[in-house]
Nanobody, 115 residues
Framework: QVQLVESGGGLVQPGGSLRLSCAASGSIFSILFMNWYRQAPGKQRELVALLTSGGSTNAADSVKGRFTISRDNDKNTVYLQMNTLKPEDTAVYYC?????????WGQGTQVTVSS
């Protein structure tokens, strides 16, 4: 049974930084996409950033230039470096691994940007 375990969320002031981590426990193979989503109160879940097996990345326009997605293949771990955080980045952040026949989600980690 594969589980995705997120860490790194918390409370940060506007302009600050956080680094989220998501590690897969159990055996997982051929990850095609490693994604970060977020969901703010009263809003739909949205894709924040994605990383393909080939190393290509993409990010939502609202976070481009501020957020960076990266991975450690040896550890089956994906990271989201978030800089210059804004109050509108406040949300629960979820990691998501997609591969042949599977679509795993983490439990979510709260990020709150407030002074």
């Amino acid at each position: 049974q594969v589980q995705l375990v997120e860490s790194g969320g918390g409370l940060v002031q506007p302009g600050g930084s956080l680094r989220l981590s998501c590690a897969a426990s159990g055996s997982i193979f051929s990850i095609l996409f490693m994604n970060w989503y977020r969901q703010a109160p009263g809003k739909q879940r949205e894709l924040v950033a994605l990383l393909t097996s080939g190393g290509s990345t993409n990010a939502a326009d609202s976070v481009k230039g501020r957020f960076t997605i990266s991975r450690d293949n040896d550890k089956n771990t994906v990271y989201l470096q978030m800089n210059t955080l804004k109050p509108e980045d406040t949300a629960v952040y979820y990691c998501n691994f997609v591969g042949p026949g599977y679509n795993y989600w983490g439990q979510g980690t709260q990020v709150t940007v407030s002074s």
